[in-house]
T-cell receptor, first 115, second 115 residues
Framework: ETGVTQTPRHLVMGMTNKKSLKCEQH?????MYWYKQSAKKPLELMFV???????ENNSVPSRFSPECPNSSHLFLHLHTLQPEDSALYLC??????????????FGDGTRLSIL | AQKITQTQPGMFVQEKEAVTLDCTYD???????LFWYKQPSSGEMIFLIY??????QNATEGRYSLNFQKARKSANLVISASQLGDSAMYFC????????????FGTGTRLLVSP
């Protein structure tokens, strides 16, 4: 396996369900990210984990709960979502060096639909 | 705060021709990084090219080059010899001097390459 892998690719859930999105990176990176991509809007950064510590929570509602058990895995736990949460959720990873910019590598995304 | 502006919602180009995708940015940081990503219909964000704010030469990666004009705060992507597989959304993004890479994305440009 190479790169960043996200599962599932597609998810349909009701507003009362609980589900989780999974992301795994095989690049040896030390930072991982969750982004939300809605139609006709720029990608929105949701969460950043650097060295397994959450360093950014971009005013995301509490119905989204991230978890980073180790540097290779990132989860996004979902509960009681709203229809406006339907979007493409992208995971990314990068190698962080202070003052040096490295590209983020993205997974294929999970397309989430809330009924 | 950082901001990326992509003013071209869509661009059309014929195969084998060159095309320029516009990107302007706004930041108060002295050090920053500029990135271009390609997103095919499959959803994955593919890193194309990077330009650092202190780099004196324009970045090039194969058929991609970045026309960096610091005084104008522009970072246009030039694709030479377009191919049908270049049809996709293209996003300009930047990371400022935060110690980790909080990428800010533009709204994207959809490029269609015709035979």
């Amino acid at each position: 396996e190479t790169g960043v892998t996200q599962t599932p690719r597609h998810l349909v859930m009701g507003m009362t369900n609980k589900k989780s999105l999974k992301c795994e990176q095989h690049l040896g990176h030390n930072a991982m990210y969750w982004y939300k991509q809605s139609a006709k809007k720029p990608l929105e950064l949701m969460f950043v984990y650097s060295l397994e510590e959450r360093v950014e929570n971009n005013s995301v509602p509490s119905r989204f709960s991230p978890e980073c058990p180790n540097s290779s895995h990132l989860f996004l736990h979902l509960h009681t979502l709203q229809p406006e949460d339907s979007a493409l959720y992208l995971c990314a990873s990068s190698q962080e060096y202070r003052g040096v910019y490295q590209p983020q590598h993205f997974g294929d995304g999970t397309r989430l639909s809330i009924l | 705060a950082q901001k990326i502006t992509q003013t071209q919602p869509g661009m059309f180009v014929q195969e084998k021709e060159a095309v320029t995708l516009d990107c302007t940015y706004d930041t108060s940081d002295q050090s920053y990084g500029l990135f271009w990503y390609k997103q095919p219909s499959s959803g994955e964000m593919i890193f194309l090219i990077y330009q650092g704010s202190y780099d004196e030469q324009n970045a090039t990666e194969g058929r991609y080059s970045l026309n960096f004009q610091k005084a104008r705060k522009s970072a246009n992507l030039v694709i030479s010899a377009s191919q049908l597989g270049d049809s996709a959304m293209y996003f300009c993004a930047m990371a400022g001097n935060t110690g980790f890479q909080k990428l800010v994305f533009g709204t994207g440009t959809r490029l269609l390459v015709s035979p």
